[in-house]
């Protein structure tokens, strides 16, 4: 596949080829192409970032974890000194019912007839509802529950990963005008398959290499046929590590974002690192490889004071570089991920290059 400054830069010129010039909710004026699609390979924990600018893998970490914390307040990231979120929140650091909330505890409220509710034997057939209020009157329940679908998701994938109803979405009609700004990158699927022999032999040797850059023990590629195969007897011989990170699941783990608008040169990178991110972080909990992120944008445009920016970029050397992410711990839920838990290596990159915010 690509590099990624290769496939994000590509884009790029298209938008800037073929864009239409629009308005937009902030008054800055866009430069907009419609339905644009990127993929990028992130199998043996590849991650996709940028190298013709530096991205701020501190904020695109700290922010992934605060969505999976299920969120709505800026506190959390302000503790860890990422502002990123800053502009769009109240006095109180509040943003309403945003990307967290929605993943982790999307609200279920029906009001319902005591009879359907009683009768039916509706609670044992939809765990997870409580009667939050009763008018004798009209002989009306309100229930309510709360949807973690972060951990639906995870029972899925562990129990039917063939499901074609993996998905995550932040788009909740009835509380878009409750939310600071409403989701952009809206949409997830998951896709989960086999792995066959040579993919995961492949997996292995990336991995392999990896290791010997860190300065780890060099293994062989006979050794790492072998160990794929079950044919390696001495593996006293390899390090536990190196063990740990080399063996690839059996099954294969993709995402697929949809995102309604994409601000190109500042939104867009973030978001491609974050949900590659993610789908590492989703794959280790439920013991399989991450393959691909496949990145669909609806509007996709470059803001017209970011014309200057994404020009300097272009014609930018790419560096040569492979990062990947190390996740230290195996854990249930990706919630349960600090901050130290996590650690891209191999990332080098050009110097930043600065954007005003379109708020």
């Avoid at 300065?215 to 794929?228: G, H, N, Q, Y």
């Avoid at 013991?287 to 004071?305: K, P, V």
Wanted: proline fraction near 5%.
């Amino acid at each position: 596949m690509q590099l990624p400054d290769d496939i994000y830069l590509n884009t790029a010129e298209q938008i800037l080829e073929f864009g239409a010039s629009k308005g937009d909710r902030t008054g800055t004026g866009t430069v907009s192409l419609f339905g644009q699609q990127m993929v990028f390979d992130i199998t043996a924990d590849k991650l996709p970032l940028l190298t013709t600018k530096e991205l701020k893998l501190r904020s695109i970490i700290h922010e992934l974890i605060w969505f999976l914390r299920g969120e709505g307040n800026i506190a959390y990231l302000k503790e860890n000194k990422v502002g990123i979120w800053d502009s769009w929140a109240d006095e109180n650091g509040d943003l309403g019912p945003v990307y967290g909330v929605q993943w982790r505890k999307w609200d279920d409220t029906r009001v319902m007839n005591v009879d359907q509710w009683t009768l039916s034997d509706f609670a044992a057939k939809n765990p997870g509802f409580e009667v939050v209020a009763f008018d004798p009157a009209k002989g009306l329940v309100t229930i309510q529950r709360k949807i973690d679908q972060i951990a639906d998701l995870l029972h899925q994938l562990r129990t039917n990963p063939d499901s074609r109803r993996l998905i995550l979405t932040a788009w909740n009609p009835s509380v878009v005008e409750e939310q600071a700004l409403p989701p952009c990158h809206s949409f997830v699927q998951f896709y989960s398959r086999e792995l066959t022999y040579a993919e995961r032999c492949e997996i292995a040797r990336e991995r392999a290499f990896q290791i010997d850059r860190d300065d780890s023990r060099e293994l062989t590629e006979a050794e790492v046929e072998l160990f794929i195969s079950g044919h390696l007897t001495n593996k006293d011989s390899i390090p536990p590590e190196l063990l740990d990170r080399l063996v690839p699941a059996t099954r294969g783990l993709s995402c697929h974002l949809y995102q309604r608008s994409g601000d190109f040169f500042l939104g867009v990178p973030f978001n491609i690192a974050s949900y590659s991110l993610l789908t590492h972080m989703i794959a280790k909990c439920v013991g399989m490889e991450s393959l691909e992120f496949i990145h669909t944008i609806g509007d996709a445009h470059l803001y017209s004071n970011h014309i200057d920016q994404i020009a300097e970029q272009l014609p930018r050397e790419v560096v040569e570089c492979s990062p990947y992410v190390v996740l230290h711990r195996q854990v249930n839920d990706p919630s349960e991920y600090t901050f130290h838990d996590i650690s891209v290596f191999d990332y080098s990159f050009q110097p930043a290059i600065k954007a005003p915010i379109a708020v």
